[in-house]
């Protein structure tokens, strides 16, 4: 998928859209600030414009297309849960996010590609697909041939200190497992699902 410049999506969206948004490199120094003169008039946003937002905004934060993310909202209206639940639970379960947040790859890019290079297996089987979608009592882990090219003490340290959340159980140092199925948003997040599901309402 390309994203473009991260530097000015990260100026655009916030800081919690790309986990190098948070690093110094991408923040944005007072100096440059200095002798900019402050805008005359600001343009209200549009309820149109803050709908297209966070549309972006979750786009970017899973690394999903906007086909994709489209046909998320399709299956979480059509089904016979809540669809801000259901489609928010949907982008939660995919194997690239699932390996994010056990803390197996530092980024959600990075994520990504492992699974894609078949580096993660579910249940014990090697799976390739990011987009696949992870159910309770699913056990996800790094195969066994990549560990040690993969899991270094870096990526030890940052298992360790990483907070998981309360739906996935870290059963082991290369991997976890899915006790429940997640529901609603641990801490905070990025963008505003409603907002998403009544922009794809409009098209």
């Known amino acids: ?6 530097y000015k999506i990260c100026r655009r969206l916030g800081e919690g859209v790309y986990e190098q948004c ?29 709908q297209l937002l966070e549309k972006q905004k979750t786009r970017f934060t899973y690394g999903v297309t906007d086909r994709q993310l489209s046909n998320y909202v399709g299956r979480a209206r059509e089904g016979k849960k809540p669809p801000l639940g259901a489609l928010y639970q949907m982008l ?9 947040k056990l803390g197996l790859a530092p980024t959600r890019a990075a994520a990504r590609q492992m699974v894609s290079h078949g580096h993660v297996t579910v249940n014990g089987k090697r799976m390739s697909i990011p987009s696949y979608e992870v159910v309770l009592g699913d056990r996800v882990a ?61 098209v």
């Open 142 to 202: 790094i195969r066994e041939a990549s560990r040690a090219k993969l899991f270094s003490d870096t990526a030890k340290e940052r298992m360790e200190s990483l907070r998981t959340p309360s739906w996935l159980l870290r059963a082991e140092d290369t991997g976890g497992k899915v006790v429940r199925l997640p529901e609603e948003p641990e801490g905070e997040f990025v963008a505003d699902l409603s907002r998403v599901l009544e922009f794809y309402s409009r």
């Open 1 to 6: 998928m390309r994203t473009g410049p991260k």
């Open 22 to 50: 948070q690093t110094p490199k991408f923040q944005i120094s007072k100096s440059k600030k200095v002798g900019k003169k402050p805008r005359k008039f600001s343009r209200q946003k549009t309820e149109y414009g803050v």
């Open 92 to 100: 939660e379960r995919r194997l690239d996010n699932v390996v994010l």
